[in-house]
């Protein structure tokens, strides 16, 4: 891994210092043509301005002496063909524009690797001909373009040191970087064989990026060994509520066989409460498991909470009354409408109300109110101890056990859980508040989505 990280970024920078070179070397050697170009110019803009002594014999050699550049004469024709170039120009004569130079106009430009100023000097009859009639005298600079390749041995040398050194640093980076990332690779396969206990240094001189990554896979060892105490607990639990009726079962049928039992009837009556509650808790496993694989399916319809809520805690009543607890219900008056399934409100509250029933003293009530415009909130409050605040975050793990005294037995144990699952299923949340005060008390809330659709009479 160290490698090839090295081994592409080694080559990534030497494709930018190879597109980098030619660029420079593009831009100078235009550079060079204008600074040339520009020379020759402002000679011949000189030139101009004496052209009477320009064209005496033997000044062109002077200016090509004192000014660094190759001056020739050339003579043109009225009809503007180069007769003479004197000495011969490196630049072809097709790139003098004679007509232009016999309306006694200047022409400059750049041929191959030369700049050039051809300037008008004056018009003679015969010239240097000896065939008379308006040839035009003129002078021509010529300037050779500094050769920007000459940099090229220097560039590759730069270019060539910036690449071992480039290399050398990332080498470093490299290892700093896939030792960590093996490191992480061979924490996962620990924790991926079992080991939960693995962890992975964190250092804060590491990257931030690496340092995430050490902390996430710590993270995930804490949750899956977390995960793993909440499945062996779950387990025992679940073995517990399973062994518990079947235990009393299997006795009083034991004792009915034997006629052991005076009171059979009685006896009867306790197997199949027994047995009722044994089908209950399998029931809510069930539901759970399918809650959990998004398999169960709610039967949503347009229907108004408050109306549901009112009839499902008018169904309770009786079962708390039955062992001395209150029931208290609030909903409004008005209709609260929603897209959701009947059958599954009546549970969660039935699942909150059972909850409360294990520790209220002496009553348990049930509230709706609007939260907001789209959202609706059910809440069912017992004046039991209260929970301490270490068991808070957890009431709504499966088969959890709060630390505070509990009253009466009711219920499988899964309630909070299918409450939480219910609630997220149908788009909505649920949290809960304990102590309410210095006495205790506990209120679950759950809220739920509005349609915001009035609703047919």
Do not use: W
Not at 1 to 18: N, Q
Not at 95 to 124: H, M, N, Q, T
Not at 263 to 277: I, L, N
């Amino acid at each position: 891994m160290r490698a090839r990280i090295t081994l592409a970024v080694v080559i990534v920078l030497a494709g930018a210092l190879l597109l980098a070179g030619a660029v420079s070397l593009t831009l100078v050697r235009r550079a060079a043509t204008a600074n040339a170009q520009a020379t020759v110019l402002r000679q011949a803009g000189a030139v101009t301005a004496h052209a009477s002594v320009a064209a005496e014999p033997g000044v062109s050699v002077l200016l090509g002496q004192t000014a660094g550049v190759t001056t020739s004469v050339v003579e043109v024709e009225p009809n503007g063909a180069i007769h003479s170039v004197q000495p011969p120009l490196a630049v072809p004569n097709s790139r003098l524009d004679g007509k232009v130079l016999a309306s006694g106009k200047p022409v400059s430009g750049v041929a191959g690797p030369y700049a050039f100023a051809v300037v008008p000097l004056k018009e003679i009859s015969g010239g240097t001909l000896g065939g008379g009639g308006g040839i035009v005298l003129a002078l021509a600079l010529q300037s050779q373009v500094a050769d920007s390749f000459a940099s090229v041995g220097y560039f590759l040398l730069a270019g060539g040191v910036s690449l071992l050194v480039a290399a050398g640093v990332v080498a470093v980076i490299a290892r700093r970087i896939s030792r960590r990332v093996v490191a992480a690779s061979a924490a996962a396969q620990r924790i991926a064989s079992g080991d939960l206990d693995s962890r992975m240094p964190v250092s804060r001189r590491d990257y931030p990026e690496l340092a995430g990554l050490d902390r996430s896979i710590n993270t995930m060892a804490e949750n899956l060994a977390r995960a793993r105490i909440q499945e062996r607990q779950f387990l025992l639990s679940i073995s517990h509520e399973l062994r518990t009726p079947l235990t009393s079962i299997r006795g009083y049928a034991e004792a009915i066989r034997d006629g052991a039992v005076e009171q059979v009837g009685r006896a009867a009556g306790v197997v199949v409460a027994e047995a009722t509650r044994l089908e209950r808790l399998i029931g809510d496993l069930l539901d759970l498991a399918k809650l959990e694989a998004r398999q169960f399916r709610l039967e949503a319809r347009p229907s108004d909470l408050a109306a549901v809520v009112a009839a499902a805690g008018e169904a309770l009543r009786l079962e708390l009354e039955a062992v001395g607890v209150a029931l208290e219900v609030f909903v409004p008056f008005d209709a609260l409408a929603a897209i959701a399934d009947p059958d599954r409100i009546g549970q969660v509250l039935a699942n909150l109300v059972e909850n409360a029933l294990k520790y209220a003293r002496s009553k348990v009530v049930i509230r709706l109110d609007r939260d907001g415009p789209r959202a609706a909130r059910l809440s069912v409050e017992d004046d039991g101890p209260g929970i301490s605040p270490d068991d808070l975050p957890h009431i709504f793990d499966r088969l959890f056990t709060s630390g505070r005294h509990e009253a009466r037995s009711a219920g499988s144990g899964l309630g909070l859980a299918i409450v939480a699952e219910l609630a997220e299923a149908m788009g909505g949340s649920v949290d809960a508040a304990s102590p309410l005060g210095p006495d205790g008390g506990t209120r679950i809330c759950v809220s739920l989505p509005l349609s915001g659709a009035p609703l047919e009479d």
